[in-house]
């Protein structure tokens, strides 16, 4: 590997929203900008591996993949798992033949009465026949492919939004609208597989992991030195529940107790300076002696005092170098406006240089 790193620069960005890729199957919350993704990952050599620590959906790992470099992205949260599989499953069309046989099957069993009723708490968010067409669906889950699993996710997702007659954004859950609204699931499906297929990465491009771990002990899921770049945005505080909003309507309707889940993720303030000491410690061990550590964050107010991400992080691990942003043009800087703040985001950097980190760019 070359030790001549580059330097990271943050980029003025106008829009957050991708709404033709393969980042839109589902709105996770907390999700990365992939043009800021991008714009990141293009300054880095496409030589090497690349982990992200906190993957969420996989915007990162999807977009290093594409870029040519081997990836891995941990996350300790299922859902997030299963979308970031999603995004770097390698397919090609049959992917669409795949997904009319299962629709078939669906509704076949539907017209039979042969499937099971949604649980009550989800249930209240969908049109009755809508819930009835994603649970004549639900039975083929275990039999598809990571990408028709996402999929099927993302159009849980979608189907809510229009069962409420699209009131809720496209990240958050609002109130219940009365009466619902009926959405054909079974044609929001095809559409989606069909729309985000044309974004496979290319069979050619390096390989890439997704591990469900928690990153305080990275050091159980990969070799020693074995990572090159690290690019993550990494929880904050207790910002969000990532098993929250469209994500609690999917582990209700697949009986799953997220309560639990939550506990094992990294957000609350009291341990979190602790865990991400954890964390940076772990990162230590996988890099390689010459890498480069990336990590987006930004100000959050805490008990009416606002810290300051970058110099929180560089208080727990020196950093290289920290650039600093305006919130411009995104929704970020309409809640500053309708809040009275001013918040900023940081990148923060470590250099490694022949084991070394160095101090400056
Ligand atoms: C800001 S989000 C990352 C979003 C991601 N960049 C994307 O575009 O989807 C932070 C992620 O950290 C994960 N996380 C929290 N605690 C964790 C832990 N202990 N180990 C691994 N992942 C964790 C959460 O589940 C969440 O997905």
């Known amino acids: 590997m070359s030790t001549n790193m580059p330097e990271i620069v943050f980029q003025k960005i106008k829009s957050v929203n991708n709404p033709n890729s393969m980042h839109g199957i589902y709105p996770y919350r907390g999700k990365i900008s992939a043009i800021d ?5 293009d ?13 969420g959906s996989g915007t990162i ?8 470099l081997s990836a891995y992205g941990v996350d300790n949260n299922p859902l997030a798992i299963q979308l970031a599989k999603a995004k770097i499953y390698i397919g090609n069309t049959d992917i669409l033949e795949e997904c009319k046989s299962f629709i078939e099957k669906a509704k076949n069993d539907l017209a039979n009465g042969n499937y099971e009723k949604m649980p009550d708490a989800p249930a209240r968010s969908f049109h009755i026949d809508s819930a009835n067409e994603i649970m004549s669906m639900k039975k083929y889950f275990s039999e598809m492919n990571d990408y028709l699993k996402g999929v099927f996710y993302g159009t849980i997702a979608l ?7 699209y009131m809720w954004t496209s990240s958050t859950v609002g109130k219940n609208i009365e009466p619902k609204r009926y959405i054909d699931f079974f044609d929001k499906f095809y559409s989606k597989a069909k729309k985000h297929s044309k974004y496979f990465n290319s069979s050619e491009s390096p390989e890439a992991h997704i591990i469900h771990g928690d990153s305080r002990k990275l050091s159980d899921y990969l070799e020693p030195k074995s ?29 799953t107790d997220r309560v639990e889940i939550k506990k094992q993720l990294i957000q609350y303030v009291d341990t979190y300076e602790n865990d991400m000491r954890a964390v940076l410690n772990e ?27 970058g110099d ?12 600093e942003r305006r919130y411009t043009g995104t929704s ?29 760019i």
């Open 37 to 41: 993704a991008i714009s990141i990952i």
């Open 43 to 55: 300054q880095l050599p496409n030589k090497g591996t690349l982990l992200d620590p906190f993957c």
């Open 61 to 68: 790992v999807y977009e290093a993949q594409k870029h040519g």
């Open 159 to 165: 189907v809510a939004r229009g069962c409420n007659d």
């Open 227 to 255: 990572i090159n770049y690290v690019f993550t945005s990494p929880p904050y505080f207790d910002g969000l529940d990532y098993t929250a909003y469209y994500g609690k309507l999917i582990y209700e309707i697949f009986e």
């Open 283 to 309: 990162l230590d061990k996988v890099i390689s002696d010459n890498a480069i550590m990336i990590f987006v964050v930004g100000d959050k107010k805490i008990k009416k005092e606002v810290i300051n991400g």
């Open 312 to 323: 929180f992080f560089s208080s727990i691990k020196k950093a290289s170098y920290i650039e």
């Open 332 to 360: 970020s800087q309409v809640f500053d406006v309708l809040n009275n703040t001013d918040r900023k985001e940081q990148i923060v950097v470590w250099k490694k240089v022949k084991g070394e980190y160095v101090n400056g």
